[in-house]
């Protein structure tokens, strides 16, 4: 009979089996390990994209900063050129105001009616002066009221003096100044710019 020992056939099962098993772990292990590594690298580019869109985003907000202070110092800018112009127009205004009244005055003095005092004081205007007549000073009156300048005329003295032998009226005027409604300022509008 013959004798067959089947113990090292076994054992090289068990060996090529357990050589098997260590293999496939192995091979997991690695695949796993490639798996994660490409995970890693993945969300590692997500950042690096992330990073560099917020490192953009920051320059932009820097960007539209410096914008922004420019508009500002613009808006600044036009101010000041407004209040200047305000002012500009105010001195032109009162510039012209007195002599454009004195010519009016001049225009509506009738004949035989003297100016002898003109005086303002703010919108008050003290006028004064010699007529031969009482209808004269009336005359001047009215036409004083539909002027364009003077308003609320009012007689304050009427008297009756002799110079160099001749009988005049002597008379003073209280009036006041006609003001120009200012134009209706526009509310300004935030345009885009």
Avoid at 103 to 122: C, F, K, M, V
Avoid at 131 to 144: G, N, P, V
Wanted: with cysteine; net charge positive.
């Amino acid at each position: 009979m013959i004798k067959v020992n089947l113990l090292p056939v076994r054992a090289a099962k068990k060996k090529e089996t357990a050589v098997q098993q260590i293999t496939i772990f192995c091979v997991s292990l690695l695949l796993v390990a490639g798996v994660v590594t490409a995970m890693y690298l993945v969300k590692q580019m997500q950042i690096s994209s992330t990073k560099n869109d917020i490192s953009a985003s920051k320059n932009k907000i820097n960007e539209l900063k410096t914008k922004i202070g420019k508009l500002e110092e613009l808006k600044n800018l036009k101010e000041q050129v407004k209040k200047k112009l305000d002012v500009l127009a105010q001195l032109r205004k009162n510039k012209t105001g007195p002599a454009h009244r004195l010519a009016t005055l001049s225009d509506i003095t009738p004949d035989q009616l003297w100016l002898t005092g003109y005086s303002e004081n703010g919108n008050s205007i003290k006028i004064s002066g010699l007529s031969y007549t009482e209808d004269l000073i009336a005359t001047f009156m009215r036409s004083l009221e539909a002027s364009s300048d003077f308003m609320g005329v009012e007689l304050v003295v009427s008297e009756q003096i002799e110079s160099k032998g001749t009988k005049l009226k002597r008379f003073e005027l209280n009036c006041k100044l006609r003001t120009t409604p200012e134009p209706l300022k526009k509310p300004a509008t935030n345009a885009p710019t």
